[in-house]
């Protein structure tokens, strides 16, 4: 443990992760691997026809980015508490806040936001205008964060239980939902031609919100749990 | 200092700052005027992209539901007071629905600039009254019962 | 200050003595106001000047919504007691209220789609009242399950009343948002500020069947708390002897 380790919790536990994920890039790249073959399944399930495409497409991406990265961030905080690294975290006397939002920040980095910048690609298969990609990106951007954001509140909850993979996803869609009406709106809007500034600017101000809410209420949940 | 001290006044900063920004973004979200559906100038002047569906909101004129052939097909004019638009629909209509009454209409735009609907939906009224009392106060509009 | 009173009303065993006693009192209560309500509300009331007789379902469906939406801040309420001072049967109290919500939160459904139909002209309409509760729903479902899904059921109490806490945090979010997206349906029918806009003849039993579900709430709470109390406390002295007698 050297100084620069003191020094700053949150750069250290996200460049631990980081690193994790980069020894084990095939279950790194699972979440991405999984969007891009979830949409493309789409065109199979919904006919090829372009303007049915053109309608479903933004919300069926929103839909699968959200998929795929409630998949995902069931592994935030699981091995971590299987080898017991989780419990050490949470007695030492250090900033708890800090470390799960590294820990959060190195899940985005490495397992949402691949999603978010494979998204334009997907859309243009799907016959988005390519004018319309860029809004979609920039959703989607904001959006996979708030998704890690909220995916490690969900982790942390079922980090203790079983069968958890289903349960993280039945416990947290549900405050998936400004999300995803706002990032897919920004997208419809500027489709139908309209200013998407009022749709960025709530996902934005969700997305302030979140990062402060979300590493707080996941150190209570961890305290908590830890007291016995 | 010390550097767990440090890193406490980072997240009191970064938490301080976070929350100025979100509460930025809140007024000016809470600023802007959302709209949920067209009404019929922003149709007539071509702010909506041809092909799409779109949902327009207005006052069904009074006079203008018409069923001109003998199937379900009806015609209705809705109006937002400076312009009206004609809506042409195939189905049973809601109970609700009724002249001078708030109603949504969702299709899409023919080449003849009327709205073919899929869908119209009655706007609920916030006030419910007994019959007899709607007919013995008919002289009295709607809005100023509700001050009674 | 002396907190003896709040220790006292907390102990498990104090409940559900309390409870035994005023049961049959809160029985009478409940079934009385919710006949007279129901009698009135779908017997004597006048037909609506528009809807006729289908808006009767109004004496179902606001009563449920109602205490659908109260019944999830008690629910976090009770959650955050038990979080800050550790007692357990606040932790019950939010255990017990999650399915009881839940069902209230679907009959505020159901009947509200009963409605919809013939007023409306659909059974379901995507709008923001109409989503949220489903999405209320899908919040009850999520407590309920998370509660249960732990082998120690400690710990799922925790985990659950934090999520009742993180959802309340929410609701308004969810509700805005989807309020924004959807807006079609009537404003409030009730508003306790201004002078009600339903005639008095409507609003009087529609306001005794809203206090009749806060006591069918109350009732069916204080049923499932004491069968939580007995299932949990089940090693205690005080239980084996209560069953020992029977």
Known sequence: MNTNYQSNL????????????????????????????????????????????????????????????????ESLFDEDYRDGSLEQMIITPNLLFMVVLGKITAHWLTKSLPIAIASPLMGLLLSISPESIFSLMIGLIIGTACF????????????????????????????????????????????????????????????????????????GIFRSSMVE | MHPIRRQRLQIVALIFLLSACAAGLVIYVLGQNANFFFTPSQILAGEYRSGSTIRVGGMVVEGSVSRPNENLQTQFTLTDGKTSLDIVYEGILPDLFAENEAAIATGVMSVSNKLIASQVLAKHDENYTPPELTETMDFIRYSDYKVQ | MNWNWFHKFASPKWFYQISERILPGLCVVTFSLLFVGLIWGIGFAPADAKQGNSFRIIYLHVPSSFLALAGYFLMAIAGAIGLIWRIKLSFWVMKCAAPIGGILTLLALVTGGLWGKPTWGSFWVWDARATSMLILLFLYIGVYLLGRSFQNSDSGDKASAFLSIIGTVNIPIIYKSVDWWFTLHQPATINFTSAPSMHPDMFYPLLIMIIAFYFVYGLALTLSLRVEILSRERKTKWVRKLISQQ
């Open chain 1, 148 to 219: 890690s954001l909220l995916g490690g509140v969900g982790a942390a909850l079922t980090v203790a239980t079983k069968d958890k993979s289903f349960l993280l996803a039945l416990i947290i869609m549900p405050l998936y939902v400004p999300i995803i009406i706002f990032g897919s709106s920004m997208i419809y809007y500027r489709i139908d031609g309209m200013y998407w500034s009022y749709p960025l600017a709530a996902l934005l101000s969700i997305f302030c919100m979140l990062t402060i809410l979300s590493p707080l209420s996941i150190s």
């Open chain 1, 10 to 73: 949150f750069f250290s536990y996200m460049r631990r992760d980081l690193l994790i994920a980069f020894r084990r890039k095939s279950a790194s790249l699972n979440p991405l691997i999984f969007f891009v073959m979830i949409v493309a399944l789409m065109p199979l399930s919904l006919g090829s026809y372009e303007s049915r495409l053109q309608q479903m497409a933004p919300g069926v991406i929103w839909i699968m980015a959200l998929l795929s990265v409630l998949l995902s961030s």
